[in-house]
């Protein structure tokens, strides 16, 4: 599996970079230009870095993670657990654990509300 990077003015494919399986969901941190790509069919995510084209680290995630979201002022990344029905928090550089946040749907996707520090849940 793989992450596509184009080229949004020419319309031309840059580059691929491989990511764990089943990649669903991603999310850049504006301030570090890194990607965090979530893996569905393994349960992990990838931090890579897009210039250099390759996986930073990959950390464990819950059960069939899918949506993910990047808070760039805490440094935290959120993760939609689907399976889990839960919301995973971590440290965006190291990937650590920082909380894990149930939810009463299965969480597909996420948003960040930037400066209220508000996280939008979609699921079902």
Known sequence: ACVV????????????VPVGNKPMGLAIDEQTGQVFVTNAGDSTVSMLDVKSDRVLRTFGAG???????????????FVANSQDRSVGVYD??????????????????????GPAALLVVGGR
């Open 5 to 16: 990077v184009l080229d949004a003015r020419t319309y031309r494919m840059q580059r691929v």
């Open 63 to 77: 059960s069939s993670p899918h949506g993910v979201a990047v808070d760039t002022t805490a440094g935290h990344v």
């Open 92 to 113: 965006a550089q190291s990937g650590t654990v920082l909380a894990t946040m149930p939810v009463p749907v299965r969480p597909y996707v996420l948003a960040m509300s």
